[in-house]
């Protein structure tokens, strides 16, 4: 008798590797459901088994399920197709736009592919989906089979050092890990792509709006205007400009983000208090510029850049629709149902906030987002109330180190 030998099916492949794999580690008891990481429940719910980096055994099991789900295998004389993960490289994942990225790429598909996220951190790798990454000295071989990355790490711009940190005023150290971390982190990565056999398809980097100077007037900018002046865009300029090595290699945008509007963090985290106990009111003359732009049209935007292959230099990440402080200010005043009559007087800023206060509160940038309009971008949030409305209310993913509030 003849026993006819049939090839097992992805299915049963699938299935065999899985038992491999859990018989390597077994979740115990105390890989409990956690929040200690700015990712969704549903994600954590996959990730808590994986307390620790995995064994090199396990490793084995999960490169082979890797593989194997990157072949085609032949069946009945057609082909069924197993497609590989879109992975993207990601720094910055549990800073205010990372975490927000984060739960946005949960479940989403780039190029009929399901998205993984490879986390770079500077610490030792907690999770299965974490590489430890050295900001000074990036590896190239940790990025080899990334189909794109996304930088986003550098030091806060609006926080402060030692006894006046909560005012945001800037010391010459604060300023020089503001630029350094910005200038050094991007060349490390972009010193990797230049070091890669297979590059990334697409290099997103964070950049700012403050490229364009902080007095500028009535004057609107896009993307095809000149640097201004001020610290913060000399700082674009160098940042912008080291990400720029890697076009020789990759498609790459710098994003340049406006003001986010979000109760976790930035400008509106250091307002709201005052608003809402009725103390808030305008900066200055209220007359200058504030370039803002919602939490979830930035991870919208990044989202865009990784699908849009016509976008790439510099790209604005504002709303549609500018406003000065005094629009913002009344528009904050209404979503919280609180009156603004304590205006904030220009000398009083100048003490308070220093340097950081002259360009960021007292000044502005009137910029609109050309290039994400023109490439089909849809903002979710196209009006300063709908951004301030949705950031008090449902803004609810909470970065790294952060309780939801």
Excluded at 48 to 61: I, K, W
Excluded at 134 to 163: F, M, T, W
Excluded at 293 to 316: C, F, M, W, Y
Excluded at 340 to 368: D, H
Aim: aromatic share 6%.
């Amino acid at each position: 008798m003849k026993l006819s030998m049939q090839p097992p099916s992805p299915v049963s492949l699938l299935a065999a590797v899985s038992s491999l794999i859990l018989s390597f580690h077994q979740p115990s008891p105390a890989a409990a459901f956690t929040l200690s990481s700015p990712v969704s429940p549903s994600a954590h719910l996959r990730l808590a088994h994986y307390p620790r980096p995995p064994s090199p055994s396990r490793l084995c099991a999960l490169d082979f399920l890797k593989d194997l789900m990157g072949t085609e295998r032949e069946r009945g004389g057609g082909t069924a197709v197993m497609a590989k993960s879109y992975t993207i490289a990601l720094t910055g994942s549990g800073g205010l736009v990372g975490s927000e990225l984060m739960s946005m790429l949960e479940g989403t598909q780039i190029n009929g592919r399901d998205v993984l996220v490879k986390r770079l951190v500077r610490r030792q790798p907690e999770t299965v989906d974490e590489v430890q990454w050295d900001a000074s000295a990036g590896d190239p071989s940790l990025l080899q089979d990334v189909d794109a990355i996304v930088h986003l790490a550098g030091e806060n711009v609006g926080s402060g050092e030692g006894l006046l940190a909560p005012l945001g005023r800037w010391s010459e150290s604060k300023k020089r890990k503001i630029l350094e971390s910005r200038v050094q982190g991007t060349r490390a990565v972009v010193d990797a792509i230049l070091g890669m056999q297979r590059p990334p398809s697409v290099f997103v980097c964070a950049s700012a709006v403050g490229y364009y100077g902080f007095n500028s007037g009535e004057r609107l900018f896009d993307e095809g205007d000149a640097q201004g002046e001020g610290f913060l865009a000399d700082v674009c300029r160098q940042w912008e400009e080291e990400a720029q090595r890697a076009a020789s290699k990759t498609r790459v945008v710098n994003t340049r983000f406006g003001v986010v509007m979000s109760r976790h963090g930035g400008a509106l985290t250091k307002l709201l208090p005052l608003f809402s106990l009725g103390g808030g009111g305008v900066l200055g003359s209220g007359e200058q510029w504030f370039p803002w732009v919602s939490r979830r049209d930035v991870a919208g935007a990044i989202l865009h850049a990784l699908k849009t292959e016509s976008l790439q230099g510099p790209v604005n990440v504002v709303g549609p629709s500018c406003v000065t402080n005094a629009e913002f200010t009344k528009a904050l005043g209404r979503v919280l149902s609180r009156p603004t009559f304590f205006p904030l007087p220009t000398p009083v800023a100048q003490v308070l906030f220093g340097e950081m206060g002259e360009e960021l509160l007292l000044g502005g940038q009137n910029v609109t987002p050309k290039k994400l309009l023109e490439s089909g971008y849809e903002f979710q949030d196209s009006t300063i109330e709908s951004a301030l409305s949705w950031a008090v209310n449902q803004d609810d993913v909470v970065p790294a180190g952060k309780t939801l509030k």
